[in-house]
């Protein structure tokens, strides 16, 4: 393949993005205020359970905006952006991307524990949210989860 338009077709599906997607990515002028286009709704359900620390548990069942396609991370970042949200999360970077190590103020314990992340009901991602795209209609949970130390 050695010309541009074959190799902008070929691109996208290696990134597990569409033309579409490509197609939003933020303007490169900054000044640019005008989104290049729109994006989606979808409803988020989301579970947060700490039994280690705060022995709490919420649920989230929340319709928000979201770009094409949205990532787990990104339907992450539109929960915490709504008004009055109650759901907040903070991530380290890592070799592999963003880890999350925050949840609604609850950090993780680096030596005892960590935010395990699951579709519900228990099925762990493979992957991390920044590679994980939001199905939607599924559940995920987010569970403070042991470390397993020898
Ligand atoms: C140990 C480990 C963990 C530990 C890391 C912390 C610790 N105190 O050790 C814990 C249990 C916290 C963990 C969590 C997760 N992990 Co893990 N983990 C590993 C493991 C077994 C070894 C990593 C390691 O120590 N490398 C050696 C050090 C020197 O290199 P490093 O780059 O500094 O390692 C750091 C990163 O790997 C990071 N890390 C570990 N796992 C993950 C996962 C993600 C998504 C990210 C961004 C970073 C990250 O923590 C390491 C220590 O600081 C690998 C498998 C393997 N054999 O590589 C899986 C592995 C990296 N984990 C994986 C996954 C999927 C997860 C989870 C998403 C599981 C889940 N469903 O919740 C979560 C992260 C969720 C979140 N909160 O964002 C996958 C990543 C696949 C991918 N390509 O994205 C791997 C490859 C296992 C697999 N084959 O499925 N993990």
């Given at each position: ?16 993005r ?11 002028d ?36 979201v770009?094409?396609?949205?990532t ?9 952006a ?22 609604n ?21 493979e ?12 559940r ?6 042991a470390?397993?130390?020898?």
């Open positions: 393949m050695n010309n541009g338009l074959g190799v902008s077709q070929i691109l996208p599906p290696f990134a597990k569409s033309l579409l997607d490509i197609a939003c990515l933020p303007p490169l900054y000044h640019q205020t005008v989104p290049l286009c729109s994006g989606q709704t979808i409803e988020i359900f989301f579970t947060v359970e700490d039994l280690i620390m705060t022995n709490t548990t919420r649920q989230y069942n929340v319709v928000v905006s770009p094409p396609n949205p787990l991370l990104q339907s992450m970042q539109a929960l915490q709504q008004p009055d949200s109650e759901f907040s999360f903070g991530t380290i970077s890592t070799s592999l991307g963003p880890m999350v190590i925050t949840i103020g609850i950090t993780r314990d680096e030596n005892s524990n960590y935010w395990k992340i699951l579709t519900a009901p228990d099925i762990p991602l992957q991390g949210v920044a590679e994980t795209y939001h199905k939607d209609g599924k995920y949970i987010f569970n403070l989860t470390l397993n130390r020898p």
